[in-house]
C-alpha cells in the first residue's frame, strides 16, 4: 500500500504529514488526541540523515510535554548499505532513534508502530521493534533477517534454514511468523476503518511492551518470557 493511501485511511479526517526523501514527519489526529507521526516510505533504505530527522522529531515530541502518541508507519528497505553511513556509524544513528522512542515511552508518549509495506534489519529493529505495540496491515512483509543473510552469518545451509522456517517462526520472516513470535500485536482489518482500529488500541494499550508474552501464548517464542522472568527474579535475589 502506497504512502498516501495507508496515510488517507489511518486518518481520513486529513493530517499534515509530509515526506521527504522517503522520511515522513508530521501530525495527525488519533481517537482524543494529535498524535506525532513519522515513518519510512516508499521502501527508503534508513541512513544516517533519515534517522537522525526521524530522532529529532521524537525528540521534539518529548520537549512539548503533552504525552500525546507518537505513530511510527513503515514501509522501509533495509539500513543504507553505503560506505559513508557506515564510516560516519550508521549503527550509532539507529541505536539514538530506536533510544529516542524508548525515552518517549519513559515520559508518556505511548508509542505504536505500523507495518504496512516491507522492513529488515537495523531500519526494521530500530522504528517498528522499538515501540510499545507493534501492528500489521495485511500484505505487510517484515524481517529481522531474510534467510540468506542468515545463511552467511551462520554458515549453516540455505535448505535447513528453510526447513527450520517451516516449523519454527524465529527463523521465518513475514507478517504471520511475526505475529506468532509475539513481535506484531496484530494484523488490522483491511476491510474496516484503519483509524478507529488505531484508536481503539491506544486506548487498551498494556502499560509495558508484553511481545515476550503474546510470544509464549501464541506458540511461536515459547521461552522468552520464562527465560526473562527467571533473570529478573535472580537480579531481584542478588
Do not use: C, W
Request: aromatic share 2%; glycine share 10%.
Amino acid at each position: 500500500m502506497a504512502q498516501d493511501d495507508i496515510l488517507a485511511r489511518l486518518f481520513p479526517e486529513g493530517h499534515d504529514v509530509r515526506v521527504a526523501d522517503g522520511i515522513a514527519t508530521g501530525t495527525a489526529p488519533l481517537g482524543d488526541a494529535t498524535a506525532t507521526v513519522i515513518g519510512i516510505a516508499d521502501a527508503t533504505p534508513l541512513g544516517v540523515e533519515g534517522a537522525l530527522s526521524l530522532a529529532g522529531a521524537v525528540l521534539a515530541a518529548v520537549e512539548r510535554g503533552d504525552a500525546a502518541p507518537i505513530l511510527v508507519v513503515i514501509d522501509s528497505g533495509s539500513q543504507r548499505m553505503r560506505r559513508r553511513d557506515e564510516l560516519l556509524g550508521l549503527n550509532e544513528y539507529l541505536a539514538h532513534l530506536a533510544k529516542s522512542l524508548r525515552l518517549a515511552e519513559a515520559r508518556g508518549h505511548p508509542t505504536i508502530g505500523v507495518i504496512h509495506g516491507h522492513s529488515a534489519a537495523g531500519a526494521f529493529i530500530a522504528t517498528a521493534l522499538a515501540t510499545r505495540m507493534l501492528v500489521g496491515v495485511p500484505g505487510a512483509n517484515p524481517t529481522v533477517m531474510d534467510l540468506p543473510s542468515v545463511a552467511r552469518v551462520t554458515t549453516l545451509p540455505l535448505d535447513r534454514l528453510e526447513a527450520l522456517a517451516r516449523d519454527t517462526a524465529v527463523f521465518a520472516p513475514g507478517l504471520d511468523n511475526m505475529v506468532a513470535v509475539g513481535a506484531v500485536h496484530r494484523v488490522l482489518d483491511a476491510e474496516a476503518p484503519l483509524g478507529a482500529q488505531l484508536a481503539g488500541l491506544l486506548a487498551e494499550m498494556p502499560d509495558r511492551d508484553d511481545r515476550d508474552r503474546l510470544g509464549a501464548e501464541r506458540g511461536g517464542r515459547p521461552k522468552a518470557a520464562e527465560i526473562a522472568a527467571r533473570v529478573v527474579e535472580a537480579a531481584r535475589d542478588a
